[in-house]
């Protein structure tokens, strides 16, 4: 297949959350939806700033980066009900606010490569 490049700002990917079960984890996943950014951005965000970083600053924080990269999910984030979630900025903090689910979106980011 021919790489195709886009002009498109966003794109999917998989996101695998362990969620606690009485006997372990359960993994459950939903697709993604995330900016995407340039490389200097995207370095800036993960720990090149750091490098750079001015004396007194501080890093930038998870729900930081999550909040510049994360803009929604597909249909196959549901509710107790199975009836998708419509992506609000109620739901996507409600979302962010779930260290487990946090940190499975930036490790769903960080592995599709931006």
């Known amino acids: 297949m021919a790489f195709v ?11 695998e959350v362990q969620v606690p079960t009485a006997t ?10 995330f900016r995407r950014l340039p490389t ?3 370095q800036a965000l993960y720990g090149g ?13 998870d729900l930081k ?6 803009v929604g999910w597909g249909d196959d984030l549901v509710d ?3 009836k998708p979630v419509p992506v ?3 739901h996507i903090k409600r979302l962010l606010d779930d260290p ?3 940190s499975a979106i930036l490790r769903a980011h960080v592995k599709a490569g931006h």
């Open 40 to 42: 200097a951005d995207i």
């Open 49 to 61: 700033a750091l490098q750079d970083q001015k004396p007194g600053s501080e890093p930038m924080s």
């Open 100 to 102: 487990t689910t946090l």
């Open 5 to 15: 490049l886009r002009k498109d700002d966003k794109f999917e990917f998989p996101v």
């Open 65 to 70: 980066i999550a909040n510049r990269v994360f």
């Open 24 to 33: 372990g984890f359960e993994t459950q996943s939903f697709v993604g939806v």
């Open 80 to 82: 107790d009900n199975g």
């Open 88 to 90: 609000t900025n109620a």
